[in-house]
């Protein structure tokens, strides 16, 4: 598919099943990721790779009952810390010579679920597929409504066209990750008028083989 990537979202050990942070049935997506990848041309694997001392672990704020609530719904157990097995892509997931990696979350001060990171903290996703001439990007991972999510959004803020492959993802809450997809993109919408209803797109991979 030309001027198009596959963007495969965090899908290592510590977010699989036995890991710190596990998505429930999020193994389950890999065999959909697998069969997928081979209408693309462009693959790419985001990670986050967090030092010890990150500011998203609960370990790190001794006095995390005194936060706001809003600030304790920020923090998690321990995950994906640099160079450790819980850091790696899951074993059962196929990597291609010419696979493109991208690391985030690196930072110890800035947390962010995008797979182009945040303004403090940014990755090279963005000039990853400036190279490659990627115009559409087709999204799948852990999880759907929380670093998929923000994959997405910041992608449809620098003019992607964005299409989530729904069964190549798994949410933390299956019950209401598409209505909190559908709410942060109408309000991404909101902020900017530029940005139009048919920037995204949920769908099956099963759109590829048409």
Sequence with gaps: MENSALIIVDVQNDFCEGGSLPVQNASKIIPQINKVRKYFKNVIFTQDWHPKNHVSFKTNHPNHKQLSQMEKQNLWPVHCVQNTYGAQLHKDIQIKNGDHFVLKGRNSKYDSYSGFG?????????????????????????????????????????????????????????????????????????????ILEDSLQILTSYALEE
């Design 118 to 194: 945040c303004k403090e903290d940014k990755t090279n996703l963005h000039e990853i597929l400036k190279t490659l001439n990627v115009n559409t990007i087709y999204v799948g991972g852990l999880a759907f409504d929380y670093c998929v999510l923000f994959t997405v959004l910041d992608a449809i803020k620098l003019g992607y066209q964005v299409n989530v492959l729904r069964d190549c993802t798994q949410a933390i809450d299956t019950e209401n990750a598409k209505t909190k997809i559908d709410s942060y993109f109408q309000e991404t919408r909101r902020q900017d008028s530029s």
